[in-house]
């Protein structure tokens, strides 16, 4: 369905025609003001924007046949693919048609972006063609008739890159303003992946700030949770219960061979006739049988002793939690 605008068709006509020259130059001469005039003009396949320019005029059909949605769609295509700084021009376009499309927020929006790279080149000292200040005399006489009827709404910057869209209209960086009709608006904060959306009312002559919400903070980072484990403390080292039970037997052997040199005293003793031998024998088979009894007490004390060590060993373990070390580290969300 095609919208008419309410400004007379031939002024709207005109208009159009000056911004089509201004927005997308169709020759390569007059395409910048900087570039020299006695540069010979390329042929149609040598020129990177000469589809772009055959794009413009299929816009600029579709605008004076009253098409304006058709024109926005054409003219909204290259002014994506050439970006704000190269096609800031057509920005102006694309206002004149959201204009007369009845879409007055995307109008605005787009005189806004207009006289801004304006402003932007006087400040850079550009020397701008006189078509650019009289687009951009229209412009501002345009936006001071619609703020009679509507509300600015004014974002502002930020440190961190925050992208910013109104309703359906184009991302821009904060730190702008608009001219929005009254009734809820809903502005789209960006940064990065994320995004938050904000509803807002505007109200007719009014103007209204609105923040852009503080950046998402980093997940932080926390310390290494400790870890610990349960060990079991002994009084002492089990190798003095080894070095016990060793020496008990070891010492075993003594009385052993104390008591195997009594037995063979004594069956001398017995096979011997001779009275003097005997007594000599049995003499010596008391004092070895006395050398083995008090040697047998060697392997008993160290035999308790070996006991005693085992039950202090058991008796004294005891359990304790120490700490070992850091568990990985994690973030808190």
Known sequence: MMHRSSHPSARRFAVLVAAAVAG???????????EPPSEPAKSPGDDPLEASRAQFRRGMDAYTAGDYAGAIVVWQAIYDTLGPERGYRLAFNLGRAFDAFGDASRATEFYDVYLGSVRARRARGEALPDLVE???HDAEARLEELSRSRGRVRVPPTKAPVLVRVDRGTE???GFSVLLSPGPHTLTFRTGPSSVERTIDVVAGEERVVEPPPPEEPPKRRDPLPVFETRTVRPFSPVWIFVGAGATAVSVLVPAIQYGSALSIASTHDASDDPLERERLASEYSGAKTAAYTTLSIPIVLGVATIALGTAFVVGSRSETVRVGR???????
């Open 24 to 34: 997308l130059p169709l020759t390569a001469g007059d395409a910048r003001a900087d």
């Open 134 to 136: 009289r687009q951009a």
């Open 172 to 174: 821009r960086p904060a």
């Open 327 to 333: 568990a990985g580290a994690g973030f808190v969300f």
